[in-house]
Structure formats: structure tokens, C-alpha cells
T-cell receptor, first 113, second 110 residues
Framework: KAGVTQTPRYLIKTRGQQVTLSCSPI?????VSWYQQTPGQGLQFLFE???????NKGNFPGRFSGRQFSNSRSEMNVSTLELGDSALYLC????????????FGPGTRLTVT | KQEVTQIPAALSVPEGENLVLNCSFT??????LQWFRQDPGKGLTSLLL?????REQTSGRLNASLDKSSGRSTLYIAASQPGDSATYLC?????????FGPGTRLSVLP
């Protein structure tokens, strides 16, 4: 069974631009969560989607948004990029909201210059 | 506030040693606890998931224990190998809310 895939793997953007990251969960998994990982703050939860609905949200500004499609694939968008948004963005999938084991993708490394 | 800490922050051991990594969480009302491994610049690989009703889980050379009352979990690695070198993170799971620790960076020297 294929694992969680994320595209693109690397991205360089300029301050003020916007970016969209994509995540394809493991086949059959319906819950997708997004995390931001930085050296200073560690791994921080962004949001979780289940059946195309955002179920949980972390403490991030409204510039960070996401959505989930009917095939469970998910995208996250960051608008008006700031230097501090440079990070590894990780996506994780699980079977459903009540299944607590998450499987992580390789991440997208975003650099904002 | 739900917080997770890990001690030590970094650890360097010679190959073959047994070692223990520690994870502490402030809110003992966890559902489960999960240990992950992360190689540099890569995603997380799940190692062990301990459900709240369990006390420990084992997989190969790895053994993880959970003590909810004291807010602690330990990951025991037996007969360490250079390939074990990575950052190890624990996550306290509250529903679908995963609270991660900062990780322990492990180096196993050949």
C-alpha cells in the first residue's frame, strides 16, 4: 500500500507570494492533518480535515488555510508569505477521526526569501 | 496547557549500548502516546503506539512504556546500532490533537 505523498518536496517563494501544498493520504484513510515544523517551535499542529470538513484547528493566523477533496486528498494554502513561514510542512493521514495512529508523509520544505 | 517535554535533548552513545529516552506530558488525560523517528529533513516514521489502556508496547529492539498517572513515557532501545541515529519524538494524543515533544537527537557511534 502506498504511503502518504506530498508535492512538491521543495519550494522557494518570495515574501508576499502565496503557496499551495498538496497531500495524498494512504488509500482508505479519510483524516488528514497538517503540521509545521521549525527548529525554534518544533512540530506544531495546523489543522485536521475529515470528510471534507475541518474538524480541528491549531493556533495559526488566517493566512493558513486548507481544504479536503472528496477523494480525501488535501491542500493547504499560505497567503502573503512571511520569512517566518519557512519550515518543513508535514501531512499525516489516519483511518478516521477516531483512529489515533497517524502516518506521515516526507514533507514539503518551504523557503521564503 | 498541554505540553510535552523530552529528556535528554541530545544523546551520543557507542554502538551496542542499551539506552532510554524520556518523554513527559503535563495533561494525564491522554488517549494514546506515540513514538516517532525522524531522519534529517525527512518526515516522521511511526515506531510504537501505546493506547491509554496499555502499559507498554514492543517492536523488535524497541520497548515503550506509558505511566499516565505520573505523566511519563520511556522508549528503551536495546543493542543500539548506527542506523538508529535519528531524532526521536513522542506525541501525546488527545483525541485528534497531537502534542509533540521537541525530540531527542540520538547519535550511535560505530
Amino acid at each position: 500500500k502506498a504511503g502518504v505523498t506530498q508535492t512538491p518536496r521543495y519550494l522557494i517563494k518570495t515574501r508576499g507570494q502565496q503557496v499551495t501544498l498538496s497531500c495524498s493520504p494512504i488509500s482508505g484513510h479519510r483524516s488528514v492533518s497538517w503540521y509545521q515544523q521549525t527548529p525554534g517551535q518544533g512540530l506544531q499542529f495546523l489543522f485536521e480535515y475529515f470528510s471534507e470538513t475541518q474538524r480541528n484547528k491549531g493556533n495559526f493566523p488566517g493566512r493558513f488555510s486548507g481544504r479536503q477533496f472528496s477523494n480525501s486528498r488535501s491542500e493547504m494554502n499560505v497567503s502573503t508569505l512571511e520569512l517566518g513561514d519557512s519550515a518543513l510542512y508535514l501531512c499525516a493521514s489516519s483511518l478516521d477521526t477516531y483512529s489515533y495512529e497517524q502516518y506521515f508523509g516526507p514533507g514539503t520544505r518551504l523557503t521564503v526569501t | 496547557k498541554q505540553e510535552v517535554t523530552q529528556i535528554p535533548a541530545a544523546l551520543s552513545v557507542p554502538e551496542g549500548e542499551n539506552l532510554v529516552l524520556n518523554c513527559s506530558f503535563t495533561d494525564s488525560a491522554i488517549y494514546n502516546l506515540q513514538w516517532f523517528r525522524q531522519d534529517p529533513g525527512k518526515g516522521l516514521t511511526s515506531l510504537l503506539l501505546i493506547q491509554s489502556s496499555q502499559r507498554e508496547q514492543t517492536s523488535g529492539r524497541l520497548n515503550a512504556s506509558l505511566d499516565k498517572s505520573s505523566g511519563r513515557s520511556t522508549l528503551y532501545i536495546a543493542a543500539s546500532q548506527p542506523g538508529d541515529s535519528a531524532t526521536y519524538l513522542c506525541a501525546a494524543i488527545y483525541g485528534q490533537n497531537f502534542v509533540f515533544g521537541p525530540g531527542t537527537r540520538l547519535s550511535v557511534l560505530p
